[in-house]
């Protein structure tokens, strides 16, 4: 009688690669290893930091040196960028309890009690542009994403493993009823469908689905919430407009959100000064839930958002919006298309216009952000 041979067993995650295997341009990534580890595993890790080795990449692992992990890791950043000069971005390997976000005061002057309080975040944001900073100026030389490991391999995986599709032409938006500044950026992306607005849409439309490769979302977002994001009827009551279920977007694709707080990938803003974080998860979060989908990348914001909402719709959040697309038009991945629409967002900086607008500008320039692979 033939024996049936016994045969081994999968090893963990066997068959992902890297950006799908496609060809990536050099990377510096950065992570504390063993803290990654505790949040998805030894073995996903082992695949993560072998599918890194085998490519030009370089990798920063700051597992085990002293000193403030925020400054420790910039630390580590600068001077590593001084010997490889040929990266071109950095992608922060797990969220927030493994690298640190800055805490950032926007506004980086005094301002008295009634003006902080004018702002939801007190002009303090989340951001992680102190690691493409290459000579500590406190402005960004490189693109930075980064992957929240939303306490799950699986999730890690999908979004380090995220495709590229080259020719976007499956566009899905929706919008509130008092944001029809986005319907002229969303009428450039390629697709068939139609913008959505919130009313008379809600989540509880029949057969709706948030679909495509690439997707924008500009509406009313949460932290106390990431599940959903809400519209708005004509008497200006907030309607839910989107929820984790209708995601179904495409492995690769690449999404803007515009909703407050809507790339906070913790539970807590930075304006609430809270010492002890709490990462969100592909359960309780509209962006990772992109991310565990796939995406290559979810562009949003870490505090509250604002836009215009009369002509010539030409302030706050929209010219940065804009200009990310059509970067993205252009051929560029999400990081690299945020960080050339920032560029020409600071154009408009420091040009003596009214104080309040100017303060909610710098906030926006500073609070947007990459998560996921972004190349």
């Keep these: 009688m033939q024996m049936a041979r016994n045969r081994k067993p999968p090893a963990p995650h066997d068959g992902f690669r890297l950006a799908a295997g496609r060809a990536l341009p050099r990377l510096l990534f950065l992570t504390d290893r063993m803290k990654l580890q505790g949040n998805i595993g030894a073995a996903a890790l082992q695949v993560v930091l072998a599918s890194i080795a085998v490519q030009p990449h370089v990798l920063v692992d700051i597992h085990g040196v002293p000193g403030r992990p925020l400054d ?4 580590a950043v600068r001077n590593t960028l001084r010997t490889h000069q040929d990266v071109v971005g950095v992608v922060i390997l797990g969220g927030l309890d493994v690298i640190p976000s800055e ?5 980086g002057l005094p301002l008295n009690a009634p003006e902080r309080r004018s702002d939801a975040d007190r002009f303090v944001v989340w951001s992680d ?3 493409g900073d290459k000579d500590n100026d406190g402005l960004p030389e490189l693109p930075v994403s980064r992957i929240p490991d939303g306490q799950s391999a699986n999730l890690f995986l999908a979004a380090l493993g995220a495709p590229a599709i080259t020719a976007l032409t499956s566009r899905h938006g929706v919008r509130n009823l008092a944001r029809p500044f986005a319907d002229p950026i969303f009428a450039k992306l390629h697709g068939p469908d139609a913008i959505v607005c919130s009313h ?3 989540s509880a439309s ?3 689905a948030a679909r495509g490769d690439h997707l924008y979302f500009m509406l009313h977002g949460d932290f106390n919430d990431a599940t959903r994001y809400w519209g708005e009827t004509t008497g200006g009551t907030h309607v839910e407009a989107l929820d984790l279920p209708q995601l179904q977007v495409q492995p690769g694709a690449i999404v803007l959100s515009g909703a407050c707080w809507g790339g906070l990938s913790v539970c807590e803003p930075a304006g609430a000064n809270r010492p002890n974080l ?4 592909a359960a309780d979060s509209l962006a990772l839930r992109c991310l565990a989908q796939g995406a290559r990348g979810f562009v949003g914001c870490t505090g509250s958002h604002y836009s215009p909402i009369a002509p010539p719709f030409d302030s706050f959040g929209a010219p940065l919006h804009d200009g990310f697309w059509t970067h993205v038009r252009a051929g560029h991945g999400p990081a690299q298309a945020l960080f050339n629409a920032k560029g020409q967002y600071a154009v408009r900086l420091g040009k003596g216009r ?3 607008i100017e303060r909610i500008e710098r906030k926006l320039f500073e609070q947007f952000t990459v998560l996921g692979l972004g190349w």
């Design 206 to 208: 029949p057969g709706y």
């Design 72 to 75: 420790t890791a910039a630390l």
């Design 103 to 107: 805490r950032r005061d926007t506004v």
């Design 354 to 356: 009214h104080a309040s």
């Design 278 to 281: 709490t990462p969100r998860t």
């Design 200 to 202: 008379p849409h809600t």
């Design 129 to 131: 542009w102190v690691y």
